[in-house]
T-cell receptor
Framework: DGGITQSPKYLFRKEGQNVTLSCEQN?????MYWYRQDPGQGLRLIYY???????QKGDIAEGYSVSREKKESFPLTVTSAQKNPTAFYLC????????????FGPGTRLTVL | KNQVEQSPQSLIILEGKNCTLQ??????????LRWYKQDTGRGPVSLTI?????NTKSNGRYTATLDADTKQSSLHITASQLSDSASYIC?????????????FGKGTKLSVKP
């Protein structure tokens, strides 16, 4: 099956810990994105990557880090510097730049205990 | 300022009824407009994507309209089913800017009751 997967579905973290969210796609898409979704708000862009070994900060990058060593993978690390990390995290990919349609993964719900 | 406004914020309808969701935007220059369906706790799934020249586009019981002059779009759901209960997100893509000017609406939460 072609698609985009995220793991884990649920993640619990203690304050002060870093955690890494996985995002993998087998759609052969060049671009990948990370969004954060909070209740009552639109999706907000954390980081994006238009090509392997390159990525750019989005609107709310503080406290997050990413890597893009492989075309298929775009992991997101939520660091202890992120003050309010509890949220629903969505990964997406698209064939090319922004005007292309994005395909979303199933999401990871992160809860800080 | 580029914005996407959706209305209503939430909507409750009875199974079998029709409904229309609205999306107004100020994104310029305009590239395309997308409607996504998001079930609770799941990722958004694309329903339609419309470019400047398209006025109407259908996907089963979902029909999207676009008026690029007034910068308005609507999503019409015909003969609603319980499985239509979800949030519907309008997304507008514009040209220019390092982030492609992709603006997300906050969504309309639809509840279909039996």
């Amino acid at each position: 099956d072609g698609g985009i997967t995220q793991s884990p579905k649920y993640l619990f973290r203690k304050e002060g810990q870093n955690v890494t969210l996985s995002c993998e796609q087998n759609l052969n898409h060049d671009a990948m994105y990370w969004y954060r979704q909070d209740p009552g708000q639109g999706l907000r862009l954390i980081y994006y990557s238009q090509i392997v070994n390159d990525f750019q900060k989005g609107d709310i990058a503080e406290g997050y880090s990413v890597s893009r060593e492989k075309k298929e993978s775009f992991p997101l690390t939520v660091t202890s510097a992120q003050k309010n990390p509890t949220a629903f995290y969505l990964c997406a990919s698209s064939p090319g730049p922004w005007v292309n349609e994005q395909f979303f993964g199933p999401g990871t719900r992160l809860t800080v205990l | 300022k580029n914005q996407v406004e959706q209305s209503p914020q939430s909507l409750i309808i009875l199974e079998g009824k029709n409904c229309t969701l609205q999306c107004n935007y100020t994104v310029s220059p305009f590239s395309n407009l997308r409607w996504y369906k998001q079930d609770t706790g799941r990722g958004p799934v694309s329903l339609t994507i419309m470019t400047f020249s398209e006025n109407t586009k259908s996907n089963g019981r979902y029909t999207a309209t676009l008026d690029a002059d007034t910068k308005q779009s609507s999503l019409h759901i015909t003969a609603s089913q319980l499985s239509d209960s979800a949030s519907y997100i309008c997304v507008v893509s514009g040209y220019g800017g390092s982030q492609g000017n992709l603006i997300f609406g906050k969504g309309t939460k639809l509840s279909v009751k039996p």
